[in-house]
């Protein structure tokens, strides 16, 4: 039996998913949102993570590392993400994560279930449809903390907030808007985040 572990923000989204699931009976299946996942983690101790990219907590950017957390004598799950092609900056950050398996989520579910069997046996699983977001991902020029920096910035933060949020000091987040403006080529703030947001880093 392979445990799974879902995790997505929106709940009916989750629930219809995780049912869907149950119905092959090599899954055991458990869900959660991305608030308290780690949590779950804990409990359920699953052999796979299967995470929806999308998360409403983290500024844009998913906690997959939350999702590795080790358990004393019990081995890290697999992680397997829910992906977009549209969306490189996650894309990114998911292999940076080190996740195993990525599933389209405009492709056929049947493609969810392959992909969860595959890196439960540890072997990687990469939807074809993903792999023009896999090479726009290449091309991102901005790191993990860039990119939070950024996405709050996008939100109308200010520079204080920012530091606040990310436990920083504003001279380090000014630092990073200054990379952020010279790696995207932009001219200004708010210029950054026109390109970032047309890039599908945002």
Known sequence: MIRVL??????LVRSV?????RREP?????????RGAS?????????????????????GIPPLGELGARVPGVPPPRLLVLASANRPGLLKGAVE????????????????????RLVAEGKRFVDDS???????AAEM?????????LVLAAEGASVAEIAGSLHLSNGTVRNYMAAITRKTGARNRIDAIRISQGEGWL
């Open 39 to 59: 949590r779950r983690v804990s409990t359920v101790r699953p052999d796979v993570c299967a995470a929806d990219l999308e998360c409403a907590d983290s500024y």
């Open 97 to 116: 994560a080190g996740a195993l398996g990525y599933v389209d989520k405009e492709g056929a579910p049947e493609r969810l279930v392959e992909g969860i």
């Open 17 to 21: 998913l995780a049912d869907w699931l």
């Open 26 to 34: 090599d899954l055991g299946v458990f869900h959660a949102p991305w």
């Open 130 to 136: 993903l792999g023009f977001g896999f090479l726009r």
């Open 141 to 149: 020029p901005l790191t993990r903390r860039e990119l939070s920096v």
């Open 6 to 11: 879902l995790v997505h923000d929106e709940c």
